[in-house]
């Protein structure tokens, strides 16, 4: 028969203390972020969320095509926010800047890459990626996705996987350039929805233009039967997102 070793809980060294000491605060620095963040949009609204690659130039087609997208919404009475830094977040900023709503960037501190764009009339900038990404799902009326790699891709996916789930309401969710994303969409067609990991309507979610006239035109047409402020229901749900 096999003996059983004994069940010793060894205590805390001072380093292990410390380690717990950290975490803790940590939990508090999340909250005073979601706080601040919290009070410093809830009156930006509506708003719009354009979200793209950090690495294309101001003489770029896209950033060129985000600047004017974004013009047109903030003339349209759109807030546009964006993620604050270079390439098609600062186009997204400029192009608001100079329109008639405000231009909202929500900065995130990276060790390369991110650096805050000069085109912000209000600028928050934050530690945590996950605290930015809920304040991008709370502020947003519509989702407008410019080409981008991973960070674009994963804040695509996390908004229809909280429409899907129905954590969120239904928004608009525009992908902008059908050459770029045709691949993805023909994938998500051939693949997810046809092999069963995601029903057929759900590929209804996306919309794929080009012309900025257009995506404009797409939010306004979402809203012609609903609110673009969150119902009371809505807004319950996003409590607990």
Do not use: C
């Not at 101001?58 to 060129?64: L, M, N, V």
């Not at 009475?77 to 192009?95: C, H, L, Y």
């Not at 929805?193 to 995601?198: F, Q, T, V, Y």
């Not at 047409?221 to 609110?227: F, L």
């Amino acid at each position: 028969m096999q003996q059983k070793l004994p069940s010793v809980i060894e205590p805390y060294g001072e380093s292990e203390s410390r380690t717990t000491a950290r975490e803790s605060w940590r939990m508090f620095e999340i909250m005073a972020e979601f706080v601040e963040a919290t009070e410093r949009l809830a009156p930006i609204r509506p708003a719009v969320s354009i979200f793209g690659s950090a690495r294309i130039k101001p003489d770029s087609a896209y950033y060129i095509l985000t600047e004017t997208i974004a013009r047109k919404l903030s003339d349209a009475g759109f807030a546009v926010v964006s993620g604050g830094g270079p390439g098609v977040m600062e186009a997204a900023n400029k192009g608001a800047y100079f329109g008639k709503s405000p231009s909202v960037g929500l900065n995130i501190q990276l060790p390369h890459e991110q650096h805050a764009n000069p085109y912000q009339d209000i600028s928050q900038t934050f530690r945590h990626f996950f605290a930015r990404k809920v304040m991008f799902v709370k502020s947003s009326s519509a989702y407008v996705i410019m080409p981008g790699g991973f960070g674009t891709m994963d804040e695509l996916m996390e908004v229809l996987t909280l429409v899907q789930t129905g954590k969120i309401r239904k928004i608009p969710i525009i992908l902008v350039g059908s050459t770029f994303w045709q691949g993805l969409m023909n994938w998500i067609r051939d693949s997810l929805a046809l092999e069963g990991m995601i029903d057929p309507q759900d590929i209804d979610l996306i919309q794929l233009l080009d012309e900025p006239d257009r995506v404009v035109d797409a939010i306004f047409h979402h809203y012609e039967t609903r609110q673009f402020t969150p119902a009371a229901k809505d807004q319950e749900i996003l409590l607990n997102l």
